[in-house]
């Protein structure tokens, strides 16, 4: 049978500890392992995304098919971010996604093409451009360290109150 000895400091300052980690914001620790999280992938992403191969902007021509465009992977490496951290169900998420519009302007698109548009084109393709998947493959392949680092931030955090 194991035996603990504790001197009556020691046990007043695990006490306290215990007290103090019972007062710790909920919200403000998942926010801190989210958005260590979120790093990670988006950062992966960034990666992803700047090793797509590009074509010149003008090159559709007919049946064939083209990557993206300079120009729009310049827009979706500018745009690439994470939202807010917000309630959902029980817990709380954090959204990584792209936002705004790039600088290539259609009689369509007189403000730029939006740029959640033309991430969704370069993942999934279309009848006119490769398929280029890059947002999927870095969301697999950054699973592992994103968890790694919400763990460690966790503990960091932990380790300052306790």
Not at 34 to 43: F, G, K
Not at 96 to 116: E, L, S
Not at 124 to 149: E, I
Request: charged residues 25%; glycine residues 8%; without cysteine.
């Amino acid at each position: 049978m194991a035996k603990a000895t504790w001197t009556s400091g020691e046990l007043e300052n695990f006490i306290a500890s215990l007290e103090k980690a019972e007062q710790v914001d909920m919200e403000e620790l998942a926010g801190t392992a989210l958005y260590a999280m979120a790093r990670e992938v988006a950062n992966e992403v960034r990666s992803k995304l700047a090793s797509l191969p590009t074509s010149a902007d003008k090159e559709y021509k007919g049946n064939s098919r083209y990557l993206i465009p300079e120009k729009q992977k310049a827009g979706l490496l500018a745009s690439l971010g994470i939202a807010a951290m917000r309630r959902s169900g029980s817990g709380y998420d954090v959204k990584i996604g792209f936002d705004g519009y790039n600088d290539v302007q259609t009689n369509t698109y007189p403000q730029g093409q939006p740029n959640a548009m033309i991430a969704r084109l370069t993942e999934s393709g279309s009848t006119w451009r490769v398929k280029q998947p890059f947002f999927r493959p870095a969301l697999n392949a950054s699973k592992k360290k994103a968890q790694d680092a919400g763990i460690k931030e966790v503990q960091n955090f932990l380790k300052k109150i306790i």
